[in-house]
């Protein structure tokens, strides 16, 4: 595991979206997995600024997204297949027929997980960015989770109901108590791994990840399982880490 530290979340972005762009500008059909959420809207804006500069092209990548909310379309404007619409996909060159996600309102769940899946180890993902919840989840696997797990579907906790009211719903009972998501055997499929973490909120979450026991209670420390994985940390998030443990960038 590679854990390195940046100063500022400018810098990390930076980091994380030129490592990325790079990658994608030396292979021909590179597979990218997308992660919703704040941490990375800042990658996904280098990645925007690359393309509007014409440093980068997006038309070979195959997207795959990590998860969705039971229940809405891909086109309801809170879905996750949204979200990425509307900060990345719609502002650069990316094939519409290359942006794969799980539908979270086919009538059969596990048709739908079971297709999703095949679809991914058919095309295995070269870089999977990711972040970790409030709750040590990744992806929507919750605690609990199995760690061999496929695509599924989870009952939400509340610490993932309540964080999603920062994604634009105005009332907790909006909010979809179910999610579909890679598991975390798919996830540990993709041949690198991405994970960012930001804020001093993330801190005790981040130390945990790196130095505790990998268990299904706290779904992201699977990652100290993965052969070839990247911790990007602003400097408040990795507050509680040792000093000879990370790189300072």
Do not use: W
């Amino acid at each position: 595991m590679k854990i390195l530290v940046f100063e500022k979340e400018e810098y990390l972005d930076a980091y994380v979206g030129e490592y990325i762009c790079h990658f994608i500008r030396n292979h021909s059909q590179p597979v990218i997995g997308f992660a919703t959420g704040s941490t990375p809207l800042g990658v996904y804006r280098y990645f925007i600024d690359n393309y509007q500069a014409q440093k980068v092209s997006f038309r070979q990548v195959k997207a795959f997204n990590l998860d969705e909310y039971v229940g809405l379309t891909p086109s309801h404007p809170r879905s996750f297949a949204s979200a990425m619409k509307n900060e990345l996909f719609s502002h650069i060159d990316i094939l519409p027929e290359n942006i794969n996600a799980l539908d979270g309102s086919k009538e059969d769940m596990i048709q739908e997980c079971q297709r999703y899946e095949s679809l991914i180890d058919a095309n295995p993902i070269d870089i999977q960015i990711l972040g970790i919840g409030m709750d040590g989840h990744i992806a929507y696997n919750e605690p609990g989770s199995p760690l061999d797990g496929a695509c599924h579907v989870v009952d939400l906790h509340q610490e993932s109901i309540e964080s999603s009211l920062d994604y634009g719903f105005d009332h907790i009972e909006d909010v979809p108590t179910q999610g579909v998501t890679q598991g975390i055997g798919t996830i540990m499929k993709a041949k690198q791994l991405i994970m960012m973490a930001k804020g001093e909120k993330k801190a005790d979450l981040v130390k945990r990840m790196i130095y505790g026991e990998v268990t299904p209670d706290f779904p992201s420390s699977i990652i100290q399982r993965h052969p070839n994985v990247i911790v990007c940390l602003d400097r408040n998030a990795a507050s509680q880490l040792k000093e000879e443990d990370y790189e300072k960038r």
